[in-house]
C-alpha cells in the first residue's frame, strides 16, 4: 500500500526539459533563419494556386507567430526582410521558382505519403540572407510542416482546445539546415466524436454556436484544426440521434476538403450513411434481404454526392444504430448476406468513385458480433483494410495472423478513450493509462495494423493527453518505446506548463491513471445493473490507504495550481487539477458514504464523520463540475462537461447515483472533526497468510534471442507488469527451452499453497483462445497455467471493471518452510502478468489480495 505515496517524494523536483526542440532557438546561431530579431518577424509566402489547406495553416502561422512574439506578421507582402516560403512539392509555383536543387534536397519527398522539410536556405530576392522553405510531398504534409513549426516556437496543438497559452518570446532563430519528418507510421489517423449528447452536443449547441443549434461546420473547422496540429487526417463525425447527421450541412463536407481531414465512417454507418438520422423508411426496412433496393439507393445517394472528396468508405452492414444485421437468422445467412452486401457496396463504389475499385480506399469493422460472422468464414476484398476493434475498455480483441498480415488492403485498429455501454460506460473522465494505450497500439502496429487507426475520443475533452499520445504513435511508432514511455507525461507537461514543474505534474499523473486504473470513478459501484447491491470489495485498511492516497493527490495538484502563472490556469484545470480532483473527489464520495454505512452500528462518532466527508466531496465535484461549465476561460467551456451518470438515459449501461447520508446523520460544523490517522475504517483486514509478489520484482530471468519477457512500466493495479513478447513469437510449447523470469521468495510454515496469478486483461495472440504461461517451484517441472478470454460474459465484466484476470494454479503446492525459486516461462506471446500470490487455503476476496 506504500506505493500509493511513491510519487510525493518528487513533488518539489526541478528538470531540465527541452521548452522547444534543438533546432529553434531564442539566440542567433551562424547562418540561422530569424522568425522573429530585433523587434521584427518574417513575412509567409505561398502560392495562391496551392491547395486551400496551405492557406488556412499559413493563416495560422501568422496567429501563432503573432501570439508568441507580440508582433503581427504579414501574408504575401511585397517586400524584403526574412521569408518563410511554404509550398507542397509539384504544386507550388512558388516552390519551383526557389530553385531550391542546389541547396536542398527535395528528391526524398517525391511520391512520400504527408512528408515534409523543414530548411534554411540562401533567399535567392536578396543576396546575403537566410530564407526558410517547407515544403510538403503533398498537401497534408505541407500543412503539417507549418503546425510542426508552430508547436516548434510554442504553440501547443491545444492551444484553443484547452486554452494552452503560447510560450512567449520576443527572439526565434531556426537552425541552419534540414529537418525531415514522415512519412506517417501509420497511413490514416484519427478520431471518432462519439456519445456526444453530454458534453460536445450541448456546448456547440448552447455555447459556441447557438444560431446553429448543433454540431456543425464552425465547430468542425475547430476539429479539423485540431486534428491536423495533430498530425491526424481522419474524422468519423459525431453520429448520435441529438446531433443532425454530417452530411445534413452540405458545408461540412467541402470544409473537411479544406483542411484535408478524410472522412469516414463508423462500423455502424456502411458508405458515410449516418442510419440514426438519415434513414428515412420504417426501420424494419433497413434490411438487405428484404429491401435490398431502398438500401442500395440509400447508400448510392450518399457516394454520388461524397464522390469528389477524400474519404475511406466503411463496407459492411449492421442495425440502424450499435445493434446486430437484420434479415439473417443462421450464422451462414448472415456471412452470405455479408458477401451480397459487399459486392453491391464495391459495385456502387466503382461507379461513381472510380472504376479501379483497389484505388478506393475501403475499410471494414468487425465490430461486436460481427467479429464472430468474419471468424465464421466471411470473405472480405483483399484490397479492403479489416480494422480491429477493442472490447470497448481499452483490450483488443483480434489482431491479424500471418495470412491476414499479407492482404493489400492491410489492417487497422478503433480503439476506445471512452464508452457508453456493458458493463458499464465511461463517458465522464478519461483514465486509461498511457502505458495500456501503448502495450495495445504498439502490439497492434507489430502485428501488421497499420492502415487506419481511429481512437473514440467521446467528447474529445477530457481525453486530450490519451488522444495526444495514440496520435503520436500513429505518426511515429518508434518515438516511444519501453524505455522512453516513461518520459511521455514529463514532455507533454513541459510543453504546456514549462519545464520546472514538468517532473511533479508527471507524477502526480502518474498516480491519477494508476489509482483510475484499480477502478475507473465511472465504476465507483461493485454490482452490475439489475443485480444485487453489492458493498465493495475492499476491506478497512486498504479504503483507507485509497482515501489517503487521494487526498494527498489533491493536496499536491492544488500546490502546483498555486505555483502556475495566471495565464496558465485554465489549460492547468482542464488538463491536470479537474480530472484529477473530480476523480479524487468521486472516490472520497463513494468510500466515505460506504464507510458511514460500515461504522452506523459499531462507532457512530466515525460513521457521521465518513457521513461529513462523503457531503463535502459531492459539494466538491458539484463545485468543480460547476466552474468548468461557468467560469472557466470566462464560460468558453459551458455545458461541455458532465459528471457521470448525467441523467437517467441508457441505465443499463451506467452506474447508479451514490445514496449519500443525509445532513442529519454527519457531523455538523460545530462538532470536531476526527483525524483520518484516527478514523475507524472497517472491516478489519482478515488474517490470511498470503506472500505476494510483484511481477516486475524479478531476481533473475533468461531471455532467447528477442523472445523476452519485458517489464511495461506504469501497467498494473500497484506498481509495473511484465510483457511477454514480441507479439509475433511463436508459441513455445512445454518441455522446450524458453524465457524465464525468476523469483526468490520465503516462507515460514510448511504446507499446502495454492499459486494465483493476475494478468491484466488483455487477449491472446496467435489464434488462442487463452493465455497461457508456465511457472516451476524450485527444481519441478514447468506446468501450464490458461485463463479463458472472451466477451460479454461475467468474467470479462469483472475483468473490465477490476482491471484484471485471475488465473490459479491445478492443485496445491506442497512446499516447506525455507528459501524457494519460482520460475514464470513463455508460453503465447501477448500475455501481461502483474502480481504472483502464494497463499494458504482458501484466497480471501479483497482489493488488493487474492482472489477467490
Known amino acids: 500500500m506504500l506505493r500509493y505515496f511513491s510519487f510525493f517524494c518528487a513533488l518539489s523536483a526541478i528538470v531540465t526539459g527541452q521548452a522547444a526542440p534543438d533546432w529553434i532557438s531564442a539566440t542567433q546561431r551562424e547562418n540561422a533563419f530569424p522568425i522573429a530579431s530585433r523587434g521584427k518577424v518574417a513575412s509567409i509566402h505561398f502560392a495562391s494556386e496551392d ?118 518570446s520576443s527572439n526565434l532563430w531556426v537552425k541552419s539546415g534540414t529537418q525531415r519528418f514522415g512519412p506517417p507510421s501509420v497511413k490514416y489517423r484519427g478520431i471518432f466524436i462519439n456519445d456526444e449528447d453530454w458534453g460536445l452536443h450541448p456546448w456547440a449547441a448552447h455555447t459556441f454556436d447557438p444560431q446553429l443549434g448543433d454540431i456543425g461546420p464552425k465547430t468542425y473547422e475547430k476539429v479539423f484544426e485540431l486534428l491536423l496540429r495533430l498530425k491526424a487526417n481522419t474524422l468519423w463525425p459525431a453520429m448520435h440521434e441529438v446531433t443532425k447527421a454530417f452530411n445534413s450541412y452540405p458545408e461540412n463536407k467541402r470544409i473537411a476538403d479544406d483542411f484535408a481531414i478524410v472522412m469516414g465512417s463508423s462500423h455502424a454507418e456502411p458508405l458515410l450513411r449516418n442510419n440514426v438520422t438519415e434513414w428515412s423508411e420504417p426501420k424494419s426496412h433497413f434490411n438487405f434481404s428484404t429491401h435490398s433496393k431502398e438500401v442500395t439507393a440509400y447508400w448510392e445517394t450518399r457516394v454520388e454526392q461524397n464522390a469528389p472528396y477524400e474519404n475511406i468508405y466503411t463496407l459492411g452492414m449492421r442495425g440502424i444504430h450499435d445493434s446486430g444485421m437484420t434479415g439473417a437468422s443462421t450464422m451462414q445467412d448472415k456471412v452470405d448476406a455479408l458477401s451480397k452486401i459487399f459486392k453491391t457496396q464495391r459495385e456502387l463504389l466503382a461507379n461513381h468513385v472510380s472504376p479501379d475499385i483497389e484505388a478506393v480506399p475501403q475499410a471494414f469493422t468487425p465490430y461486436k458480433e460481427v467479429l464472430e460472422i468474419y471468424r465464421a468464414g466471411l470473405e472480405v476484398p483483399e484490397e479492403v483494410a479489416l480494422v480491429w476493434p477493442d472490447d470497448n475498455h481499452g483490450y483488443i480483441r483480434y ?83 519501453l524505455d522512453t514511455l516513461p518520459d511521455f507525461l514529463e514532455t507533454w507537461a513541459a510543453r504546456e506548463f514549462g519545464s520546472q514543474h514538468a517532473t511533479a505534474i508527471a507524477e502526480i499523473l502518474d498516480a491519477y491513471y494508476q489509482l483510475n486504473y484499480q477502478r475507473r470513478p465511472e465504476h465507483l459501484q461493485w454490482w452490475l445493473p439489475h ?109 461541455m462537461m458532465s459528471e457521470e451518470p448525467a441523467d437517467a438515459m441508457w441505465r443499463s449501461y451506467r452506474a447508479s447515483p451514490i445514496p449519500l447520508p443525509s445532513e442529519a446523520m454527519a457531523r455538523s460544523k460545530k462538532e470536531t472533526i476526527i483525524p483520518t490517522s484516527d478514523l475507524s475504517f472497517l472491516p478489519n483486514p482478515s488474517q490470511e497468510t498470503f506472500i505476494a509478489i510483484e511481477a516486475e520484482a524479478v531476481s533473475g530471468k533468461r531471455d532467447l534471442d528477442s523472445v523476452r519477457w519485458d ?142
Not at 457508453?420 to 502496429?445: D, F, V
Open 531 to 639: 443485480t444485487r447491491v453489492r458493498s465493495s470489495t475492499l476491506n478497512g485498511a486498504e479504503t483507507k490507504a485509497r482515501v489517503q492516497a487521494f487526498s494527498e493527490l489533491v493536496r499536491s495538484t492544488d500546490a502546483i495550481g498555486k505555483a502556475l502563472p495566471s495565464d496558465a490556469q485554465d489549460a492547468f484545470f482542464q488538463l491536470v487539477a479537474y480530472p484529477v480532483k473530480a476523480s479524487a473527489y468521486a472516490n472520497l464520495r463513494y468510500f466515505h458514504a460506504e464507510q458511514h454505512s460500515r461504522n452506523f452500528n459499531q462507532n457512530p462518532l466515525a460513521a457521521r464523520e465518513h457521513a461529513a466527508r462523503s457531503r463535502e466531496a459531492d459539494a466538491q465535484v458539484i463545485a468543480l463540475t460547476r466552474h468548468y461549465n461557468q467560469e472557466l476561460a470566462g464560460g468558453k467551456w459551458r455545458r
Open 51 to 168: 491547395a486551400t489547406v496551405v492557406s488556412i495553416a499559413a493563416t495560422h502561422l501568422a496567429q501563432d507567430i503573432e501570439a508568441v512574439t507580440g508582433r503581427k506578421t504579414e501574408l504575401n507582402p511585397q517586400k524584403k526582410g526574412p521569408k518563410i516560403f511554404i509550398g507542397t512539392l509539384g504544386q507550388s509555383s512558388l516552390i519551383e521558382s526557389l530553385d531550391l536543387a542546389g541547396h536542398i534536397d527535395l528528391e526524398q519527398l517525391e511520391g512520400r505519403w504527408e512528408s515534409f522539410l523543414i530548411a534554411t536556405f540562401p533567399d535567392p530576392n536578396s543576396r546575403g540572407t537566410t530564407a526558410l522553405a517547407i515544403v510538403g510531398s503533398d498537401r497534408r504534409g505541407t500543412a503539417y510542416g507549418v503546425y510542426e513549426l508552430s508547436q516548434a516556437i510554442g504553440v501547443s496543438p491545444w492551444n484553443w482546445w484547452a486554452d494552452v497559452p503560447a510560450k512567449k
Open 399 to 481: 489482431l491479424p495472423n500471418e495470412a491476414e498480415r499479407k492482404r493489400r488492403g492491410g489492417s487497422g485498429v478503433y480503439y476506445h478513450l471512452s464508452y457508453l455501454g456493458s458493463p458499464l460506460a465511461y463517458l465522464w473522465l478519461c483514465t486509461t493509462p498511457p502505458p495500456l494505450i501503448w502495450t495495445e497500439m504498439n502490439k497492434a502496429y507489430q502485428l501488421g495494423a497499420r492502415n487506419i487507426w481511429i481512437a473514440n475520443v467521446g467528447d474529445i475533452k477530457p481525453a486530450e493527453k490519451e488522444t495526444e499520445l495514440f496520435l503520436q504513435m500513429a505518426w511515429d511508432i518508434d518515438r516511444w518505446s
Open 711 to 852: 517489464t511495461v512500466p506504469g501497467l498494473g493495479r500497484i506498481g509495473d507488469s511484465v510483457l511477454a513478447g514480441p507479439p509475433d513469437a511463436a508459441t513455445i510449447p512445454l518441455g522446450e527451452p524458453s524465457p524465464y523470469l525468476e523469483y526468490e521468495f520465503e516462507i515460514h510454515e510448511s504446507g499446502d499453497y495454492n499459486l494465483q496469478a493476475e494478468l491484466i486483461p488483455s487477449f491472446p495472440l496467435n489464434g488462442q483462445s487463452e493465455l497461457r504461461f508456465a511457472f516451476s517451484i524450485d527444481d519441478g517441472d514447468p506446468q501450464l497455467m490458461s485463463v479463458a478470454r472472451t466477451v460479454n460474459d461475467n468474467a470479462w465484466k469483472q475483468a473490465v471493471l477490476t482491471a484484471q484476470v485471475t488465473v490459479n494454479a491445478s492443485g496445491t503446492l506442497r512446499l516447506d518452510d525455507g528459501k524457494h525459486l519460482l520460475r514464470l516461462y513463455f508460453v503465447d506471446p501477448g500475455v501481461s502478468i502483474d502480481r504472483i500470490f502464494l497463499t494458504r487455503g482458501e484466497p480471501s476476496n479483497s482489493f488488493f489480495g487474492p482472489r477467490d
